[in-house]
Nanobody, 117 residues
């Protein structure tokens, strides 16, 4: 059974930066598509960024040019570098692992990011 544990969430001022991490275990990390999702209060969970097993990336329009997703397959870790943070980025951020060939996905417990002056 796979496990994902996020860390790095905090409170930061607008314009600031944060780096989220996700530690993966219990599955062959390098073979899985990894993503960051977020859910703001009163809103549905939304996809923020995705990185494939081949390290191609995709971003939500709202974070393009500000956020960078990356992975370290030697350490089974996923990262999200968030720059130029805005109040609208306030949300719980979740790590997701998905492998469609076996119809399986895992979720982390989430980490809170609050952007406020």
């Amino acid at each position: 059974q796979g496990q994902l544990v996020e860390s790095g969430g905090s409170m930061v001022r607008p314009g600031g930066s944060l780096r989220l991490s996700c530690a993966a275990s219990g599955f062959t990390f390098s073979l899985w598509r990894m993503s960051w999702y977020r859910q703001a209060p009163g809103k549905e969970r939304e996809l923020v960024a995705t990185i494939s097993s081949g390290e191609s990336t995709n971003y939500a329009d709202s974070v393009k040019g500000r956020f960078t997703i990356s992975r370290d397959n030697t350490k089974n870790q996923l990262f999200l570098q968030m720059d130029s943070l805005e109040s609208e980025d306030t949300a719980i951020y979740y790590c997701n692992a998905r492998r469609t060939s076996i119809r399986t996905e895992y979720w982390g417990q989430g980490t809170q990011v609050t952007v406020s002056s």
